[in-house]
């Protein structure tokens, strides 16, 4: 026998095996592939729920927050809107200087009773 023959069928092999893990790879890539587009899928649907769950609770907050449900929730608790007497505005509340100045001009009335 030729001592070339099984050279030549080695490259043979060799090449083939070659041509095999290549063609592997490339299949297990485009497995990923498939594999990480159903997920992104799966994470824009989930995207779109979580941003509709947000717009409506959005809405349920501006709901909670109107002046009208506050006055129309303070109202079932018993609580009633209070006299002009009743108020007293802290210095720190007025507007214009702050509130020792305000004080010092005489702009504050402060009563303790």
């Given at each position: 026998?030729?001592?070339?023959?099984?050279?030549?069928?080695?490259?043979?092999?060799?090449?083939?095996?070659?041509?095999?893990?290549?063609?592997?790879?490339?299949?297990?890539?485009?497995?990923?592939?498939?594999?990480?587009?159903?997920?992104?899928?799966?994470?824009?649907?989930?995207?779109?729920?979580?941003?509709?769950?947000l717009r409506q609770?959005?809405?349920?907050?501006?709901?909670?927050?109107?002046?009208?449900?506050?006055?129309?929730?303070?109202?079932?608790?018993?609580?009633?809107?209070?006299?002009?007497?009743?108020?007293?505005?802290?210095?720190?509340f007025v507007p214009?200087?702050?509130?020792?100045?305000?004080?010092?001009?005489?702009?504050?009335?402060?009563?303790?009773?």
């Amino acid at each position: 026998m030729d001592p070339r023959v099984p050279r030549s069928v080695m490259l043979a092999l060799s090449g083939a095996l070659v041509v095999v893990v290549c063609a592997l790879a490339v299949v297990g890539l485009r497995m990923q592939s498939v594999h990480l587009g159903y997920r992104l899928d799966a994470v824009r649907a989930q995207r779109a729920e979580l941003t509709m769950l947000l717009r409506q609770l959005q809405v349920e907050l501006a709901t909670q927050r109107s002046p009208a449900r506050i006055e129309s929730r303070a109202r079932e608790l018993g609580l009633i809107m209070p006299d002009r007497e009743q108020v007293r505005l802290a210095r720190e509340f007025v507007p214009g200087d702050s509130g020792v100045a305000a004080a010092q001009q005489g702009r504050v009335e402060a009563s303790l009773r």
